[in-house]
């Protein structure tokens, strides 16, 4: 068991046949199983391309798995876990952050012309947070077998070979395939690479593992090194940030009269934050769907219009999808909506982005369902934030009898939002939503509480206000109330990451790993 303090930190990398085969997933179980242990351990990725990011205590954004596995590992997160963030903002550019700040939006040519500049920045990120932790689990991204990228990494063998570390080889084989994966993945290695690779793991297999067992011994035959384990299929109840997560299929309104509540997210092409709606597994009698055609929206109960990181294009996707003329239709026949980040911008009159920041078509029109514009400008607002519902914004609709909760969360978005008679959000007539400690007002309400945008991420986080507002629609469908879950949501991330820890412990060879960790073979 590795336990204790270290002169060097323990290394150990995992990387992947493909995106999306649960790197991010295995890198918070083996965080989880060693803090546990007492070990002090903490998650690395080089760069992360995400839309899912979060904000960490001192104002730098980072991917949102990272946060997500220093939540596991029991730590506070860093910019230094994630020091390249890539959110891409339309099909060819991304922007950049760099230590959790942004650096610039580029090309894919231009990024990779800045790489060495880059490697070094992720180095000296590295070795900071290594001196300061007795064990680092660093992720991968994608496949270290993308050859026509080989000369560019530092994500995959590129950094192992940087930080020296040794790397296990996740394959899943739920998506068919898993053996041909592996081998071809470890066969397009160089040599020197391929000394690198300690073992391999297996990951979401169902049913009879004896029948599989043939197979592992066959790949660990072709390619010499030994399976370190198989894990099972199940859901893991962790925050996710991978754009194929299964979450994210739309789906169309279920038949019956289960669940009781039906609440929509509409599925931008360049929605982010997706996260923000994990909390509705707390809630058995919602269901949570994501719908991008007018029919997969059907009439829900509630609406939700997600975080975007390009609003203008996402606007558009809107008009030409039919999605745009079916939500002001429901609007008009009183379906609530909520709006988050992007998806509050939306509700406005007028998205303008004189700059060019999000993209080039200047400006275009929102719902109008608040009377609101918004303007994009260079600065970047990035920070945590604590509000308080206010008076008028609880007396009516969604909010109702919620006054003086407090809400926290963290903000990234490039917009300011105002009246067009020139004050900032909220404004007459529409309520405030919230007002920080200082007074400022966050989001905005319309008078009768139906229609609710803000700015903050982690929005539904806050389990009593969500209660409170489920409550209220199930009071608009005549439906009994029900009393808020006895679990906080942080609790109920705790308890999974146990679960999560407990199913991997003992799916994988773990006194194995921890002579690969010690570098003993």
Request: net charge neutral; glycine share 10%; charged share 25%.
């Amino acid at each position: 068991m590795l336990r204790g303090k270290a002169k060097q930190a323990g290394k150990l990398m995992i990387q992947g046949t493909a995106s999306s085969v649960g790197k991010s997933l295995l890198v918070t179980a083996l965080c989880r199983i060693f803090a546990l242990r007492g070990v002090k351990v903490a998650p690395f990725k080089a760069q992360n391309m995400s839309l899912n990011s979060f904000i960490t205590p001192q104002g730098h954004e980072i991917g949102r798995a990272q946060a997500v596995q220093a939540e596991a590992a029991g730590i506070e997160p860093s910019y230094l876990m994630n020091p390249i963030l890539l959110k891409p903002t339309d099909e060819c550019r991304s922007q950049v952050m760099v230590n959790g700040v942004i650096h610039a939006t580029l090309s894919a040519r231009e990024y990779y012309d800045k790489k060495a500049e880059l490697a070094q920045e992720v180095a000296n990120a590295f070795k900071t947070l290594a001196k300061s932790h007795e064990l680092v689990i660093i992720e991968g991204a994608g496949s270290p077998a993308e050859i026509n990228l080989r000369e560019h990494d530092l994500v995959n063998m590129g950094l192992a070979e940087m930080i020296d570390a040794p790397v296990l080889l996740l394959g899943d084989i739920e998506r068919g395939g898993v053996f041909a994966s592996l081998f071809g993945t470890f066969k397009l290695l160089k040599k020197r690479e391929q000394r690198r690779v300690r073992g391999f793991v297996i990951n979401k297999f169902r049913g009879d593992l004896d029948i599989l067992t043939p197979g592992i011994a066959e790949m660990e035959r072709l390619i010499g090194r030994r399976s370190l384990g198989v894990l099972p299929w199940f859901t893991p109840e962790i925050d996710e940030e991978d754009s194929l997560s299964e979450r994210l299929r739309p789906s169309a309104p279920r038949k019956g009269g289960v669940p009781e509540l039906d609440v929509a997210v509409i599925r931008l092409p360049f929605l982010s934050n997706y996260t923000d709606f994990s909390v509705f597994d707390l809630f058995p009698d919602v269901g949570l769907r994501y719908a991008d055609r007018p029919e997969t929206v059907g009439k829900p109960d509630l609406l939700i219009l997600p975080g975007s990181k390009n609003t203008l294009k996402d606007l558009e996707f809107l008009r030409s999808s039919g999605l745009f003329g079916h939500i002001t239709r429901l609007r008009g026949a009183g379906v609530p909506i909520i709006g988050l980040c992007g998806g509050f911008q939306m509700l406005g009159r007028v998205v303008r982005d004189p700059l060019g920041v999000e993209s080039g078509l200047g400006e275009a029109a929102g719902f109008g369902f608040l009377d609101m514009e918004t303007i994009f400008e260079e600065g970047k607002r990035a920070t945590q934030t604590r509000v308080r519902i206010g008076e008028q914004a609880a007396c009516a609709g969604l909010a109702r009898g919620a006054e003086g909760l407090e809400l926290s969360g963290y903000e990234i978005h490039m917009g300011r939002s105002f009246s067009r008679q020139g004050t900032f959000v909220p404004f007459a007539p529409f309520a405030p939503f919230a007002f920080d400690a200082d007074g400022g007002g966050e989001g905005a309400a319309n008078g009768d509480g139906t229609v609710i945008g803000s700015y903050l991420h982690g929005f539904f986080d806050n389990v009593d206000f969500t209660s409170i507002l489920l409550n209220n629609l199930r009071r608009a469908k005549g439906l009994a109330q029900k009393a808020a879950p006895v679990l906080s949501y942080a609790d109920f991330r705790r308890r999974a990451y146990d679960r999560l820890a407990r199913i991997t412990e003992a799916s994988l060879d773990m006194e194995t790993i921890d002579k690969i960790i010690a570098n003993r073979r």
